[in-house]
């Protein structure tokens, strides 16, 4: 995948067919040794930052256990301490494949998307911050417009369309991993949560 894919949270089958791309990245793009790591990133001291962290909670939660999860609504993962978290998870694990999961700013019509693309993100750069890109591959929800006041805009977010999206993205992942290990590929087992 080459492209950046967008999904309609508000469309029923948004799950299913980010699920079935989803399996795709990780067939195409994942070394079948390398441990599945999820670096989900944002605060929830603010509305439109707290996807992340509310995907991260979603996912430490899950019965599943063949991935581990960086950034929860316990233990988020921010600018602050980005970078430290990203060194620790390439000292703890011997070639990840990480997928980043943030919000992002976006238009208007894309308010309530939620997409999906290979490569890496840039956290914090829809509110002007310089930091570190990671990922292996990258995950978003647009939760508000792009514009003068961006961080307000993260502050005066609608809690429905983040959680909206938090649960369209939670399912849509669980439902690609599900379709994914039916493929019968190697997946190393990981049962540790972290941060």
């Given at each position: 995948?080459?492209?950046?894919?967008?999904?309609?949270?508000?469309?029923?089958?948004?799950?299913?067919?980010?699920?079935?791309?989803?399996?795709?990245?990780?067939?195409?793009?994942?070394?079948?040794?390398?441990?599945?790591?999820?670096?989900?990133?944002?605060?929830?001291?603010?509305?439109?930052?707290?996807?992340?962290?509310?995907i991260?909670?979603?996912?430490?939660?899950?019965?599943?256990?063949?991935?581990?999860?960086?950034?929860?609504?316990?233990?988020?993962?921010?600018?602050?301490?980005?970078?430290?978290?990203?060194e620790?998870?390439?000292?703890?694990?011997?070639?990840?494949?990480?997928?980043?999961?943030?919000?992002?700013?976006?238009?208007?019509?894309?308010?309530?998307?939620?997409?999906?693309?290979?490569?890496s993100?840039?956290?914090?750069?829809?509110?002007?911050?310089?930091?570190?890109?990671?990922?292996?591959?990258?995950?978003?929800?647009?939760?508000?417009?792009?514009?003068?006041?961006?961080?307000?805009?993260?502050?005066?977010?609608?809690?429905?369309?983040?959680?909206?999206?938090?649960?369209?993205?939670?399912?849509?992942?669980?439902?690609?991993?599900?379709?994914?290990?039916k493929?019968?590929?190697?997946?190393?087992?990981?049962?540790?949560?972290?941060?």
């Amino acid at each position: 995948m080459n492209r950046t894919l967008y999904f309609n949270s508000e469309e029923t089958s948004s799950c299913i067919q980010f699920g079935q791309a989803f399996s795709e990245l990780l067939k195409n793009g994942r070394p079948p040794s390398s441990p599945l790591v999820f670096l989900c990133i944002g605060s929830d001291r603010a509305t439109g930052d707290a996807l992340g962290p509310l995907i991260g909670y979603k996912l430490s939660t899950s019965s599943r256990q063949d991935f581990t999860v960086y950034g929860t609504l316990a233990s988020p993962v921010h600018a602050k301490n980005l970078h430290k978290i990203v060194e620790e998870i390439y000292a703890t694990h011997q070639n990840p494949y990480l997928v980043a999961v943030d919000a992002s700013l976006g238009t208007k019509a894309h308010i309530g998307y939620f997409t999906l693309g290979s490569g890496s993100l840039k956290p914090g750069s829809g509110v002007g911050k310089e930091l570190l890109s990671v990922g292996d591959a990258h995950i978003t929800g647009i939760v508000n417009m792009a514009g003068l006041f961006d961080r307000t805009l993260l502050q005066t977010t609608r809690l429905n369309t983040v959680m909206s999206l938090a649960d369209r993205i939670f399912l849509g992942i669980r439902y690609g991993l599900h379709l994914f290990q039916k493929q019968n590929i190697p997946c190393l087992i990981s049962s540790s949560v972290l941060y």
